[in-house]
């Protein structure tokens, strides 16, 4: 069973900067294509950002583009997403979910494994 534990959330002024983590367990974390969604209050959960799982391709929502990275460690079973620039808007629950193939995908539908999320909140 694969495990995936978020951390890094908090609170951040507009503007400002913060980074989230995924630990992943498990032996098999580089056959998993990792991806970042997020759920407001209220809204549906949406993509964030994904990598493949060598971490050559990377795949990014319109609205982050420029502003968010997501990288990877495969020696570590970990990824990251670095946020800057961050809006009010950003603010929602971040989740990191696991994939078992090479492709990413924005559909939430598609990954087998999530974590609990952690929460993300910009102030104005």
């Known amino acids: 069973q694969v495990q995936l534990v978020e951390s890094g959330g908090g609170l951040v002024q507009a503007g400002g900067s913060l980074s989230v983590s995924c630990a992943v367990s498990?032996?098999?974390?580089?056959?998993?294509?990792m991806g970042w969604f997020r759920q407001a209050p209220g809204k549906e959960r949406e993509f964030v950002a994904a990598?493949?799982?060598?971490?050559?391709?990377?795949y990014y929502a319109d609205s982050v583009k420029g502003r968010f990275t997501i990288s990877r460690d495969n020696a570590k079973n970990t990824v990251d997403l670095q946020m800057n620039s961050l809006h009010p808007e950003d603010t929602a629950v971040y989740y990191c979910?696991?994939?078992?193939?090479?492709?990413?995908?924005?559909?939430?539908?598609?990954?087998?494994?999530w974590g609990q999320g952690t929460q993300v909140t910009v102030s104005s």
């Open positions: 979910a696991a994939r078992f193939t090479y492709f990413v995908t924005d559909t939430p539908r598609e990954y087998d494994y």
């Open positions: 498990g032996r098999t974390f580089r056959s998993y294509a």
């Open positions: 990598i493949s799982r060598n971490g050559e391709n990377t």
